[in-house]
């Protein structure tokens, strides 16, 4: 079991900047990669950026050159540092980890998410 809280959301004008934070306690080993997801009302989830074990990232095009995905492992946290914010931004975002149990079955952990506006 892993216990995900995300924090650091609200609101920000265009052109702005957040950074959220994911604090996992609980069964934190074997985790294979970490993320952050959004989701905008009326519109599916979407992945924003996740972060591999072993360190390497990958965005969505549309937060390509704005957003980076980090993590402090001293303190089991991921971050989420948002740069230039647009309007298009605004979303409910949630923290992802995916924990291996056995070899091919992984298990799927979120937080409750963090409201984040974007607005003038």
């Known amino acids: 079991q892993v216990q995900l809280v995300e924090s650091g959301g609200g609101l920000v004008q265009p052109g702005g900047s957040l950074r959220l934070s994911c604090a996992a306690s609980?069964?934190?080993?074997?985790?294979?990669?970490m993320g952050w997801y959004r989701q905008a009302p009326g519109k599916q989830r979407e992945l924003v950026a996740i972060?591999?074990?072993?360190?390497?990232?990958s965005y969505a095009d549309s937060v390509k050159g704005r957003f980076t995905i980090s993590r402090d492992n001293a303190k089991n946290t991921v971050y989420l540092q948002m740069n230039s914010l647009k309007p298009e931004d605004t979303a409910v975002y949630y923290c992802?980890?995916?924990?291996?149990?056995?070899?091919?079955?992984?298990?799927?952990?979120w937080g409750q998410g963090t409201q984040v506006t974007v607005s003038s």
């Open positions: 992802n980890h995916k924990r291996a149990v056995v070899v091919g079955i992984y298990d799927d952990y």
């Open positions: 972060i591999g074990s072993g360190g390497s990232t």
């Open positions: 609980g069964s934190i080993f074997n985790i294979v990669a």
